[in-house]
T-cell receptor, first 110, second 113 residues
């Protein structure tokens, strides 16, 4: 069964700074990796996904995937108070299912 | 826009009682999922479905049943609710064509006393 671990557990950053989140997974044959954002009392919402080794940039978000080290990271440039949320890493390694990490809680201080 | 709705949003049940959580999606997605989310465990998959009439066991299916009577509807059934099933339950829909992006409902907070 896929194992997904996220670090740090929580992160406090000043407004305008970079937020950097990490995720490791157990299966190098994983097909896709997703990052979800979850605000309190809401369901998770997909932010960005990556399938191939390397990086992908969308707006203020950049994702880096290194399959050899089983590591993916999410970087949020120019963090805003509205970015305060829990960020979940999710990995697809079998069938039509995703395995989720526990999450990283991000607080952006104005 | 993709839409997944859940009912009820909050539920208090008694131990040993039967609980049914309902989910409806208007995305016309083939796949639907039921998760529970608990502090320290994250989102865990209970049951999922590939289409009307199909249900599959997820990672923690014990104590739960699922029903997919149509493309749009997916229910989670707790025949004999226990306090350990107190949690927040999320339904999601998704499709392989979308790269397995899953669209989540707002969640149901279930308390079993």
């Amino acid at each position: 069964q896929e194992k997904v671990q996220q670090s740090p557990e929580s992160l406090i950053v000043p407004e305008g700074a970079m937020s950097s989140l990490n995720c490791t997974f157990s299966n190098s044959a994983s097909q896709s990796i997703w990052w979800y954002q979850q605000h309190p009392g809401k369901g998770p919402e997909a932010l960005i996904s990556i399938f191939s080794n390397g990086n992908k940039k969308e707006g203020r978000l950049t994702v880096y995937l290194n399959r050899a080290s089983l590591h993916v990271s999410l970087h949020i440039r120019d963090s805003q108070p509205s970015d305060s949320a829990v960020y979940l890493c999710a990995v697809n390694s079998a069938g039509n299912k995703l395995t989720f990490g526990i999450g990283t809680r991000v607080l952006v201080r104005p | 826009e993709a839409a997944v709705t859940q009912s009820p949003r909050n539920k208090v049940a008694v131990t040993g009682g039967k609980v049914t959580l309902s989910c409806n999606q208007t995305n016309n997605h083939n796949n639907m999922y039921w998760y529970r989310q608990d502090t320290g465990h994250g989102l865990r998959l209970i049951h999922y479905s590939y289409g009307a009439g199909s249900t599959e066991k997820g990672d923690i299916p014990d104590g739960y049943k699922a029903s997919r009577p149509s493309q749009e509807n997916f229910s989670l059934i707790l025949e004999l609710a226990t306090p350990s099933q107190t949690s927040v339950y999320f339904c999601a829909s998704g499709d392989k064509l979308g790269g397995l992006e899953q669209y989540f409902g707002p969640g149901t907070r279930l308390t079993v006393l």
